[in-house]
């Protein structure tokens, strides 16, 4: 085979995976277009505990870290700022909407080592358990850049973690 016929081969091939891939994203996007976000801001009430930055890696369903969903303003890892409020969590996406989850729709939060396309030191990520617009239990993961995992997943634990007040005398 000439030179030249060996790169078109190649590009062939090359022309061929993409085409997979953009066709794989595609119907990933529509099996997972019923699932939303609650995009906007916290209540202007709320009072930020804790600002948090890092990467958002992903967001999967709950208890399957390696199947990424393709939720709108959430499908890709980036940059973010993870913000704890009194009522809440929001997610800020170098550009997308800001995401927030209040205290109601999020179900718990725990450390993690591995998402999809990231694996980490053990406990590395932190996994924030929540419910989507239609009711549906998912996992999204962040990287803390200066801070620990322990130290995001503490955060947002205590806004979670009802207080009690008052002594025991």
């Known amino acids: 085979m000439t030179q030249q016929g060996a790169l078109l081969v190649m590009i062939g091939v090359a022309v ?19 699932l939303t976000a609650p995009v906007g801001d916290a209540p202007a ?11 958002y890696v992903a967001t999967t369903r709950h208890g399957e870290p ?17 913000i ?6 929001a997610l800020d996406l170098t550009g997308q909407p800001r995401v927030f989850l209040p205290t109601s729709r999020i179900a718990g939060v725990a450390q993690a080592s591995v998402a999809i396309d990231r694996a980490v030191e053990p406990d590395g990520l932190v996994r924030l358990d929540w419910r989507t617009d239609e009711g549906s239990l998912v996992d999204s993961y962040f990287r ?3 801070a620990s995992a322990r130290q995001v997943a503490d955060a947002v634990d205590a806004i979670l973690t009802p207080t009690t007040t008052g002594s025991d005398a």
Not at 84 to 89: Q, Y
């Open 16 to 34: 061929v995976l993409l085409a997979l891939l953009a066709w794989a994203w595609a119907r990933r996007t529509r099996r997972d277009r019923g």
């Open 45 to 55: 009430s709320a009072l930020v505990s804790a600002t948090f930055d890092g990467f």
């Open 66 to 82: 390696l199947e990424r969903l393709a939720i709108r303003g959430l499908g890709f890892r980036s940059r973010a700022d993870l």
């Open 84 to 89: 704890v409020t009194d009522v809440g969590v």
């Open 144 to 146: 803390p850049q200066d």
